[in-house]
């Protein structure tokens, strides 16, 4: 069964630092997208991409936030200068249409020092 | 208050009972959806009900609807142990045409 993958499972890193966070969506999903889980919090959308172009971002997702999809398969998501408060699990999810079913990767825990 | 409030926060039962988890929000949706997420793991898409439907089964899950109430409820009959996770809500709509809002969740244990 076709699954969204993401890369790495876990990093770690220092405040400053530059993050960049893959996903592989499966491969006929149109739409794709972060969030993001602070340990033991809800999860928060991030940004949303549609034919090459952020369709939807929200508050969270400020200037020091970036998507890419630079080839045909990869998403990723670069955090330029990572503060703690950056901390999180990030899940990539793709889906065929926009309002319906998400498919989640198994997501990046992401941890700033 | 948030969008997508569940309740209970943590919810204990033995094996074999039936689980029900409640869904409030406050915006007008497009449609709720439930998912499912072990710890430490991704969320699994488990239903999805539409505004302008009032019940929906799959397997062993009922989800109900209830627009006047801006509310839901999942039942998840004969639990197992496996069925430990957490369950979130997730609203489409509000404005958005692509955002999830996801609310707190609750955890669901089941005893063997």
């Known amino acids: 069964e076709p699954e969204v993958t993401q890369t790495p499972s876990h990093q770690v890193t220092q405040m400053g630092q530059e993050v960049i966070l893959r996903c592989v969506p499966i491969?006929?999903?149109?739409?794709f997208y972060w969030y993001r889980q602070i340990l033991g919090q809800k999860v928060e959308f991030l940004v949303s991409?549609?034919?090459?172009?952020?369709?939807?971002k929200s508050e969270i997702f400020d200037d020091q936030f970036s998507v890419e999809r630079p080839d045909g398969s990869n998403f990723t998501l670069k955090i330029r200068s990572t503060k703690l408060e950056d901390s999180a699990m990030y899940f990539c999810?793709?889906?065929?249409?926009?309002?319906?079913?998400?498919?989640f990767g198994e997501g990046s825990r992401l941890t700033v020092l | 208050s948030q969008q997508g409030e569940e309740d209970p926060q943590a919810l204990s039962i033995q094996e074999g009972e039936n689980a029900t988890m409640n869904c409030s929000y406050k915006?007008?949706?497009?449609?709720l959806q439930w998912y499912r997420q072990n710890s430490g793991r991704g969320l699994v898409h488990l239903i999805l009900?539409?505004?302008?439907?009032r019940e929906k089964h799959s397997g062993r899950l009922r989800v109900t609807l209830d627009t006047s109430k801006k509310s839901s409820s999942l039942l998840i009959t004969a639990s197992r142990a496996a069925d430990t996770a957490s369950y979130f809500c997730?609203?489409?709509?509000?404005?958005?045409?692509?955002?999830?809002?996801f609310g707190k969740g609750t955890l669901l244990t089941v005893n063997p």
């Open positions: 999810a793709s889906n065929g249409q926009g309002p319906g079913e998400l498919f």
């Open positions: 491969s006929n999903h149109l739409y």
């Open positions: 991409f549609y034919n090459n172009e952020i369709s939807e």
């Open positions: 915006t007008s949706i497009n449609n």
């Open positions: 009900i539409r505004s302008n439907e």
């Open positions: 997730a609203t489409a709509g509000g404005g958005s045409n692509y955002k999830l809002t």
